[in-house]
């Protein structure tokens, strides 16, 4: 399995509009970050999406994605499905995206996609179809397992401040992106993983995300073999910040495909 980086950005994206900060005016190409989104491509040539940022269109152009069947999402905000609207281009000649989701996502779906949905006038361009499965982990954070061709996939309950997302571990690889708070019983399943990808934003404390040192700490609980942070703001330029954090531990950036 491999992952690739589609974008490692915050919801305003670096540059930032409007800033002239050192990350935001840097020349270093790893310092543009497009919203965090990633993709997961088995041996088979089977991909996942997981999530669709507002900046999907020019995410699926770089990285070459030619097909696309399934999409996991960790959440409803904005950066994280926006995107989806693009995904029409795989569903004009099949039944349809295979959307993996939550309750509360999936009925914010409906309302920000109505006209998938059933409320259409008219298809214009093309509609997107899309088939809502639901993953609701629930509040007794018993994560359930489903499989998708060779991923197995594991919905991890925690939280985005004071709203409960999910993270997922695919494998042998654990996805946590907007991640403040990770509950206790969700540790166990974060156990022996190759690669850990975590939500880690800025120096200083902010009350949704991890900061950088709070989700260094959390990595080295989890111990994974390697730890790729994601979800980052122009706060953190990319080689100085890599430069000081622990071995095994680095910033990824948008572009950077790993072998899992």
């Known amino acids: 399995m491999k992952i690739t980086f589609l974008g490692t950005g915050t919801s305003h994206g670096v540059p930032v509009i409007g800033c002239d900060c050192d990350v935001c005016t840097s020349v270093n190409p790893k310092n543009r970050r497009f919203r965090t989104s990633a993709l997961l491509e088995n041996p088979d040539g089977h991909n996942l999406l997981i999530d669709a940022s507002v900046d999907f269109r020019q995410q699926a152009l770089r990285a070459k994605i030619c097909t696309l069947t399934d999409i996991l999402i960790t959440h409803e905000h904005a950066d994280h499905i926006f995107g989806l609207d693009d995904t029409r281009i795989f569903t004009h000649h099949n039944e349809g995206v295979n959307v993996y989701l939550d309750a509360r996502c999936d009925k914010r779906l409906r309302q920000v996609y109505d006209y998938v949905y059933g409320a259409a006038i008219q298809e214009g361009g093309g509609l997107p179809k899309f088939n809502n499965i639901l993953i609701e982990a629930g509040n007794t954070f018993q994560a359930k397992t489903f499989t998708i061709t060779s991923f197995t996939i594991t919905p991890i309950p925690i939280f985005h401040g004071k709203l409960p997302i999910l993270g997922f571990r695919v494998n042998n690889l654990a996805y946590l992106t907007d991640c403040s708070h990770i509950p206790e019983a969700s540790f166990a399943y974060l156990t022996d993983l190759d690669l850990l990808v975590l939500g880690a934003l800025r120096p200083k404390p902010h009350p949704t995300h991890f900061s950088l ?40 950036h948008d572009g950077l495909v790993v072998e899992v």
């Open 213 to 252: 040192s709070q989700a260094v700490e959390a990595a080295h609980r989890i111990g994974a073999r390697q730890t790729y942070f994601t979800h980052i703001t122009h706060r953190l330029e990319h080689d100085a910040t890599n430069a000081a954090l622990p071995p095994g531990m680095q910033l990824a």
